[in-house]
């Protein structure tokens, strides 16, 4: 299972837990598991239509996935997943 690190806003769904684990052969599975390990986490991390939200970027082994192949980047167990909630403000 790849280790996927959970920014302090988020972290309410995993019962306080900076990092979990999660399976999956894509970004995209992974956090599908995630909503079914920790139910309410996905729609913060999906769409509707199942697209990564604008304001979150997830890391994968330190690049972005979107500079990869979005949520369809390949996962090992070995791989390691950095959720960030992006901040606005003014």
Do not use: C, W
């Not at 079914?36 to 604008?54: T, V």
């Not at 960030?84 to 403000?89: L, P, R, T």
């Amino acid at each position: 299972m790849a280790k996927v690190h959970i920014p302090t806003p988020l972290r309410g769904f995993t019962r306080n837990q900076g990092e979990v684990q999660a399976q999956g052969a894509t970004v995209g599975e992974v956090l599908s598991d995630l909503e079914k390990r920790f139910p309410g986490i996905g729609p913060r991390l999906l769409d509707g239509k199942g697209a990564l939200r604008r304001y979150v970027n997830v890391f994968h082994n330190d690049e972005d996935i979107r500079g990869l192949q979005d949520l369809e980047t390949p996962v090992k167990d070995s791989d390691r997943l950095t959720l960030i909630a992006a901040m606005a403000g003014g």
